[in-house]
């Protein structure tokens, strides 16, 4: 029986299950991070009083490593706010802020590329600013930053290995575990390094393309 | 939470280890450094074997390039540190170790190399032809039409995503301290061992690691584009 059968072939259920919680925390922490980013965008664009907060923020969740960020959500809020309380929690939490961060930037970028007078004729054809906003400056920001966001869901998946450190029990976690119970971790690191490489290839293979079409489709080019 | 909150912003604890940290925070620029050169070379090296004429360049090229920039930097890391080793050794016959400082620099180079190749590659292509053709004309040969033609265009056009890029490494020299090379992390994580203190140890690393981050992107982008403009003016 070969390394590759006994410790790879025979331990998929655990590995599926690692990669299961992987998609899991990726899922709702790219989640997070739309709803986060587009609410930091908004306030910083248009919220006068509360600007500087979402500025500070936004620049915080973008200066700080994403390591770093892991370690402070998961030990210091627990004792600043009472919250997050499983590690779970901690870990789509500290992905999704950081990418947030970044995605509050896209979608101003996309919202400041779209031409003035594409909001300046709503106006004029008498449209309240939130029907202007809703019916004019979302669909065109939200087409061109797409791709941006499919990507920042990539930087998420990558980052998503960290939170093995904090004990959730992701593909990487699965993966040292067994390596610490065989000591060989030649077959188990491979396997587990391809699966996250594949898996990032395909999510920005898929960017790639959508990009293409989006481009070709709406003469659209990326934010 | 009023008394947290006074905790985590009363850094004494953090300013009574400033030693320890502050050569954590050394080993973080040592780490930063190499594994920055390392991922230029590889990355220019990686570049122009995608923008080579002849096909099975290219396609390594590309393998290159879509292996490491789709890589995790902690599963890259983990990898060259325990599996590296033991494939090279089995290739030369002898047991091999790597020290978590090369394997560090090694994974993270590597890494970024993918990064820093697609920058060049987009740079070396944006390259109107004209200009290589008319140093040929010129009677240039291929090395010096690279030296004095290409690179100093490329160099300026990609200044600001390479810039993006060293940042991103400088932020992921952080998880090095998973594999036990005593970077600022590392010797929080060790502190807090001891003192049972996680609040300001970690909210005085978030900060640091912030202010450097900040301070050196924006000065950079500063200085960067003052030259940049210089140049083309």
Redesign the interface.
Same mark, same amino acid.
């Given at each position: 029986m070969s390394n590759w059968e006994r410790l790879v072939w025979n331990q998929r259920g655990v590995l599926l299950q690692g990669l299961a919680v992987t998609v899991e925390v990726c899922l709702i922490a790219f989640a997070v991070a739309i709803v986060g980013g587009l609410t930091l965008c908004l306030i910083r664009m248009h919220v006068r009083p509360l600007r500087p907060v979402a500025i500070v923020l936004i620049?915080?969740f973008r200066?700080?490593?994403?390591?770093?960020?892991l *370690?402070?959500v998961t030990?210091?809020w627990p004792?600043?706010?009472?919250w997050p309380n499983s590690f779970f929690t901690a870990g789509w939490l500290a992905l999704g802020l950081q990418s947030s961060g970044y995605l509050a930037e896209t979608f101003r970028a996309g919202i400041e590329g779209i031409a003035r007078g594409h909001r300046e004729a709503g106006y004029a054809l008498g449209m309240p600013p939130l029907l202007v906003f809703r019916r004019i400056v979302m669909p065109q920001t939200l087409l061109t930053v797409a791709p941006s966001i499919v990507n920042q869901f990539?930087v998420i998946?990558?980052?998503?290995? #960290?939170i093995s &450190?904090i004990t959730v029990q992701d593909l *990487?976690f699965q993966a *040292?575990k067994l &390596?610490n119970v065989w000591y060989e971790?030649?077959e188990i #690191?491979?396997v587990?390094?391809a699966l996250?490489?594949l898996f990032?290839?395909l999510v920005?293979t898929a960017g790639k393309l959508l990009a293409d079409r989006l481009r070709r489709r709406y003469g659209l080019a990326a934010a | 939470m009023s008394d947290a909150l006074r905790q985590s912003l009363d850094l004494s604890l953090f300013w009574e280890y400033r030693q320890v940290l502050l050569s954590g925070l050394l080993f973080n620029v040592y780490v930063f450094a190499c594994s920055a050169v390392t991922a230029l070379l590889v990355g220019l090296a990686a570049a122009l074997l995608r923008v080579n004429r002849s096909w099975p360049f290219r396609w390594i090229g590309t393998v290159h390039v879509e292996l490491f920039r789709n890589a995790p930097d902690y599963i890259m890391v983990v990898w060259v540190h325990f599996v590296l080793p033991l494939l090279l050794g089995a290739i030369i016959g002898r047991r091999l170790e790597f020290h978590p400082f090369v394997s560090a620099v090694i994974a993270l180079g590597f890494v970024y190399s993918g990064y820093f190749a697609e920058t060049f590659r987009a740079g070396i292509q944006a390259i109107p032809i004209g200009h290589v053709e008319a140093a040929r004309a010129c009677g240039m040969g291929e090395r010096l039409i690279l030296w004095r033609i290409i690179l100093p265009q490329v160099v300026r056009r990609m200044l600001p995503e390479a810039v993006n890029q060293l940042v991103s490494l400088f932020k992921a020299t952080t998880i090095v301290s998973l594999i036990a090379v005593p970077d600022l992390m590392y010797n929080v994580s060790m502190v807090t061992a001891t003192e049972m203190r996680p609040l300001p140890l970690y909210t005085g690393a978030a900060l640091t690691y912030f202010a450097v981050i900040w301070l050196a992107a924006t000065g950079v982008r500063l200085l960067s584009e003052r030259w940049r403009s210089k140049i083309y003016a």
């Amino acid at each position: 029986m070969s390394n590759w059968e006994r410790l790879v072939w025979n331990q998929r259920g655990v590995l599926l299950q690692g990669l299961a919680v992987t998609v899991e925390v990726c899922l709702i922490a790219f989640a997070v991070a739309i709803v986060g980013g587009l609410t930091l965008c908004l306030i910083r664009m248009h919220v006068r009083p509360l600007r500087p907060v979402a500025i500070v923020l936004i620049e915080f969740f973008r200066a700080t490593p994403i390591f770093v960020q892991l *370690m402070w959500v998961t030990y210091v809020w627990p004792e600043l706010f009472g919250w997050p309380n499983s590690f779970f929690t901690a870990g789509w939490l500290a992905l999704g802020l950081q990418s947030s961060g970044y995605l509050a930037e896209t979608f101003r970028a996309g919202i400041e590329g779209i031409a003035r007078g594409h909001r300046e004729a709503g106006y004029a054809l008498g449209m309240p600013p939130l029907l202007v906003f809703r019916r004019i400056v979302m669909p065109q920001t939200l087409l061109t930053v797409a791709p941006s966001i499919v990507n920042q869901f990539t930087v998420i998946v990558k980052s998503s290995t #960290l939170i093995s &450190v904090i004990t959730v029990q992701d593909l *990487m976690f699965q993966a *040292m575990k067994l &390596v610490n119970v065989w000591y060989e971790p030649i077959e188990i #690191l491979t396997v587990t390094a391809a699966l996250y490489i594949l898996f990032v290839f395909l999510v920005s293979t898929a960017g790639k393309l959508l990009a293409d079409r989006l481009r070709r489709r709406y003469g659209l080019a990326a934010a | 939470m009023s008394d947290a909150l006074r905790q985590s912003l009363d850094l004494s604890l953090f300013w009574e280890y400033r030693q320890v940290l502050l050569s954590g925070l050394l080993f973080n620029v040592y780490v930063f450094a190499c594994s920055a050169v390392t991922a230029l070379l590889v990355g220019l090296a990686a570049a122009l074997l995608r923008v080579n004429r002849s096909w099975p360049f290219r396609w390594i090229g590309t393998v290159h390039v879509e292996l490491f920039r789709n890589a995790p930097d902690y599963i890259m890391v983990v990898w060259v540190h325990f599996v590296l080793p033991l494939l090279l050794g089995a290739i030369i016959g002898r047991r091999l170790e790597f020290h978590p400082f090369v394997s560090a620099v090694i994974a993270l180079g590597f890494v970024y190399s993918g990064y820093f190749a697609e920058t060049f590659r987009a740079g070396i292509q944006a390259i109107p032809i004209g200009h290589v053709e008319a140093a040929r004309a010129c009677g240039m040969g291929e090395r010096l039409i690279l030296w004095r033609i290409i690179l100093p265009q490329v160099v300026r056009r990609m200044l600001p995503e390479a810039v993006n890029q060293l940042v991103s490494l400088f932020k992921a020299t952080t998880i090095v301290s998973l594999i036990a090379v005593p970077d600022l992390m590392y010797n929080v994580s060790m502190v807090t061992a001891t003192e049972m203190r996680p609040l300001p140890l970690y909210t005085g690393a978030a900060l640091t690691y912030f202010a450097v981050i900040w301070l050196a992107a924006t000065g950079v982008r500063l200085l960067s584009e003052r030259w940049r403009s210089k140049i083309y003016a």
